[in-house]
């Protein structure tokens, strides 16, 4: 079974730029979630994504945005990028709420923002 | 909210035990889960426990006691292998949201 992918694997931007981030859940999970993993410090929640739509978001400004696809695939835009955006960002699955417990996670996409 | 405490680093030598605990106040609790995370990699699942007590697994051990916001993560038989971060998240039961400690870093020494 074929786990969760993102992409690109590396990305670097200048400030300013805008970004986006992929992500392809685990076939048959409908939730999708991101997570900001900045060095040295602890992953923070990013978003949440179940079955096409936004169902919570962690305390980021509004240039952290996304959406999710039909086939449950999501993708991460981040607008205006800045230097402290430069992080790991990793997009974990989930079956849905009423029926998962464990998210998988992804490798992550390294974004580095010059 | 939640607000999730877990030491930073720990020292073991192979073939030792080592406890990693976790402290967490929330507004609402729908389980623990902990998670291992090489260097440079992403985090993977290591147990997961929503009622109070132990649960046990392989060489890994969790335990939970709901009443006092704490867990456990024990880990057995240490090998050079286990050297990683150990990540302690809680998640809440009106959105589902996992919240994470900082992740407590283990050293394994010969």
């Known amino acids: 079974e074929a786990g969760v992918t993102q992409s690109p694997t590396h990305l670097i931007k200048t400030r300013g730029q805008q970004a986006t981030l992929r992500c392809s859940p685990i076939s048959g999970h409908t939730s999708v979630y991101w997570y900001q993993q900045a060095l040295g410090l602890g992953l923070q929640f990013l978003l949440w994504?179940?079955?096409?739509?936004?169902?919570n978001r962690g305390n980021f400004p509004p240039r952290f945005s996304g959406r999710q696809f039909p086939n449950y695939s999501s993708e991460l835009n981040v607008n205006a990028l800045e230097l402290e955006d430069s992080a790991l960002y990793l997009c974990?699955?989930?079956?849905?709420?009423?029926?998962?417990?464990?998210?998988?996670f992804g490798p992550g996409t390294r974004l580095t923002v010059l | 909210g939640q607000n999730i405490d877990q030491p930073t680093e720990m020292t073991a030598t192979e073939g030792a035990i080592v406890q990693i605990n976790c402290t967490y106040q929330?507004?609402?609790?729908?389980?623990l889960f902990w998670y291992q995370q090489h260097a440079g990699e992403a985090p993977t699942f290591l147990s997961y426990n929503v009622l109070d007590g132990l649960e046990e697994k392989g060489r890994f051990s969790s335990f939970l006691s709901r009443s006092k916001g704490y867990s456990y993560l024990l880990l057995k038989e240490l090998q050079m292998k286990d050297s990683a971060s150990y990540l302690c998240?809680?998640?809440?039961?009106?959105?589902?949201?996992?919240?994470f400690g900082a992740g407590t870093t283990v050293t394994v020494r010969a």
């Open positions: 929330t507004s609402g609790f729908n389980g």
């Open positions: 974990a699955s989930s079956l849905n709420k009423r029926r998962g417990n464990e998210q998988f």
């Open positions: 994504y179940d079955e096409g739509e936004e169902r």
């Open positions: 998240a809680v998640r809440d039961k009106n959105d589902y949201k996992l919240s």
